[in-house]
């Protein structure tokens, strides 16, 4: 069956913009995970989401930061006001609970 | 807190010899622990995991990782190296009850011909 994708595949935007990075789990998946991959600080935890609530918001790195998650299915991760060090990889996963995380292939964004 | 910690950053074998990649773990309660491989411009991939069955656990392209708790460690290895197992590991616990990941920094595996 279908993986996880995520869109873009490459998102390059200016400084101070405001991006959206989307992410369309498993079919049937229930929880969603959001990480971010940089050369500095390795793989990180973001939010995780169980259906539409998100009871673990303790990765995101600030409050320009912001995730949502409709229909217990798609998710998008919003950066607002971007700046250069959110230049990153952006990885999502989901899974049924206490399961496998299965990944997507992630969104490269670039801050220029 | 839970933590992991992957011994070297780099790790190079010839074709043909044994990989062994290490990750030590720090966990207050019986963790989950995780291999995942990626590949260039790929997510990750699962190798194998260990849940509080097996101690030794059989995960794909012929890898296995050896769960130890008195030493805390949960490495990984492979016989014989492939010129295709050249990439990224990570190893990683799950955590808490929202089964995050904490990962490792990352071992790099190049295999020479």
């Known amino acids: 069956g279908a993986g996880v994708s995520q869109s873009p595949s490459n998102k390059v935007t200016e400084k101070g913009k405001d991006v959206e990075l989307r992410c369309d789990p498993i079919?049937?998946?229930?929880?969603l995970y959001w990480y971010r991959q940089s050369l500095g600080q390795g793989l990180e935890f973001l939010i995780y989401f169980q259906g539409n609530s998100a009871p673990d918001k303790s990765g995101l790195p600030s409050d320009r930061f912001s995730a949502e998650r409709t229909g217990g299915s798609v998710s998008t991760l919003t950066i607002q006001r971007t700046q250069q060090e959110d230049s990153a990889v952006y990885l999502c996963a989901s899974t049924e609970p206490a399961d496998t995380q299965y990944f997507g292939p992630g969104t490269r964004l670039t801050v220029l | 807190a839970q933590s992991v910690t992957q011994l070297g950053s780099h790790v190079s074998v010839s074709e043909g010899a044994l990989v062994l990649l290490r990750c030590n773990y720090s966990?207050?309660?019986?963790?989950?622990l995780f291999w995942y491989v990626q590949y260039p411009n790929q997510g990750l991939q699962l190798l194998l995991k260990y849940t509080s069955a097996a101690t030794l656990v059989k995960g794909i392209n012929g890898f296995e990782a050896e769960f130890k708790k008195s030493e805390t460690s949960f490495h990984l290895t492979k016989p014989s190296a492939h010129m295709s197992d050249a990439a990224e590991y990570f190893c990683a616990v799950s955590s808490g009850n929202t089964g995050k990941l904490i990962f490792g920094q990352g071992t790099t595996l190049q295999v020479k011909p």
């Open positions: 079919s049937g998946h229930t929880a």
């Open positions: 966990s207050s309660v019986p963790p989950y």
